[in-house]
């Protein structure tokens, strides 16, 4: 083959032999036992034989059988070679370096400072054994902190994990009280702005309402005293006059010829006009008439020039338009003691002509039920039937 020509070319250029046991070595290369020869050759570099050293370099720069090309051993062992002061060896760096990455000049130096080491260790006499089991237990002691170091560089990792796992969490928590909290505050400032809200319109409510009472009170009570004044000075009149302001009769009719009754309810008790036969005896006068035919007789509480016999007789019969003495009623009535009032001396001012009590009447009704109006309209009518009595 011409690679172990080239080799064994270099060998015999190398003809000087720094041990015996180099010879052994290119007999195993000659009968391309290539393993063998390498492992004796090795033996002979390592305790300085540069023949050794340099066919080394050569074979590992081509590569044989069982045994690759490695540059970087090709490097160290002709470096070593080299510097024994081998002119091919030097020859051979020169062509083989230029190949190399830094990487494997790297790897060549460390092996060649390697075989130093033990050729040196070898020349003191260093037991070989024992340097390589320290080394050994140097490299394990390294091997072991490095090892603790990245399970302790691990642990650390786990740690921050689980350290930041929890700070997210925690954030998120955070976040969510924080929302609720948010939530719950604008629930209540509502809830608070809808009670405040609700109680001023409660209050201005009950306002209005106490300004409402408090002006029909006080119409009423105005009312009430311009119709007790001018009552009072009916009666005056009519005492000073002698004449009489009782209720008259509005329709007495025979029965074969009966007219349209204003009322269908007896208020007073009915009085002649004011003669001079009548205020002599008003027995005579009852007996006349009864002297007649039978007659139909609807009286209203009307007084002379005072209440409009209309408006009486409206309020006469919305006083008998429904039971006012049933549960439901007494209740209803009970719970508007204050607008039945009203509305009780605004239906008198309205008989007596007051103009503005019409427009009150139709106020006071809108908030009143059937029940209410229809007590109030018996109240007045009550009252009407006690004045005219009283009369």
Do not use: C, H
């Not at 004044?229 to 009666?235: F, G, I, Q, S």
């Not at 009486?312 to 009623?329: E, H, N, R, Y």
Request: no cysteine; proline share 3%; glycine share 4%.
């Amino acid at each position: 083959m011409k690679r172990v020509g080239f080799v064994i070319s270099l060998v015999l250029f190398s003809s000087t032999m720094a041990l015996a046991d180099f010879q052994a070595g290119l007999t195993a290369y000659n009968s391309r036992n290539f393993e063998k020869a390498i492992s004796i050759w090795e033996a002979d570099a390592a305790l300085g034989d540069f023949n050794a050293q340099f066919n080394l370099g050569a074979l590992y720069e081509q590569g044989v059988d069982g045994t690759p090309k490695d540059l970087s051993k090709a490097y160290a062992w002709y470096r070593l070679a080299a510097a024994q002061n081998v002119e091919v060896a030097n020859a051979a760096l020169g062509r083989i370096k230029p190949l190399l990455t830094s990487g494997q000049i790297e790897d060549g130096n460390k092996l060649a400072i390697g075989v130093l080491g033990r050729w040196y260790r070898k020349n003191i006499g260093q037991n070989e054994a024992e340097y390589q089991k320290i080394l050994a237990n140097r490299e394990a002691q390294q091997q072991s902190r490095v090892d603790a170091e990245k399970r302790a560089a691990t642990q650390r990792a786990r740690q921050q994990r689980t350290v930041i796992a929890q700070r997210d969490a925690d954030a998120k928590l955070a976040i969510k009280r924080q929302e609720a909290n948010r939530t719950a505050a604008i629930q209540v400032a509502r809830a608070q702005a809808e009670a405040a809200k609700s109680k001023a319109y409660l209050a201005g409510q009950q306002k209005a309402e106490e300004e409402r009472l408090a002006a029909l009170d006080a119409d009423t009570a105005k009312q009430a005293q311009v119709m007790t004044a001018k009552e009072r000075l009916a009666e005056l009149k009519a005492k000073q006059s002698g004449g009489n302001s009782s209720a008259v009769i509005i329709a007495s009719t025979p029965t074969a010829a009966p007219t349209t009754p204003v009322a269908s309810t007896a208020i007073a008790k009915p009085v002649a006009p004011q003669t001079s036969s009548v205020q002599q005896s008003s027995t005579a006068a009852r007996s006349a008439a009864s002297s007649t035919a039978p007659v139909t007789r609807t009286k209203l509480p009307v007084r002379t020039k005072g209440m409009d016999a209309e408006i009486v007789g409206q309020i006469l019969k919305k006083a008998a338009s429904m039971p006012v003495d049933t549960a439901a009623a007494k209740t209803e009535i009970a719970a508007a003691r204050t607008d039945i009032e009203a509305l009780k001396w605004s239906l008198i001012s309205a008989a007596r002509g007051k103009a503005g009590a019409q427009r009150m009447n139709i106020i006071l009704v809108k908030t009143m039920t059937d029940a209410q109006i229809t007590e109030a309209n018996r109240r007045a009518a009550e009252w009407i039937v006690k004045r005219q009595n009283r009369s």
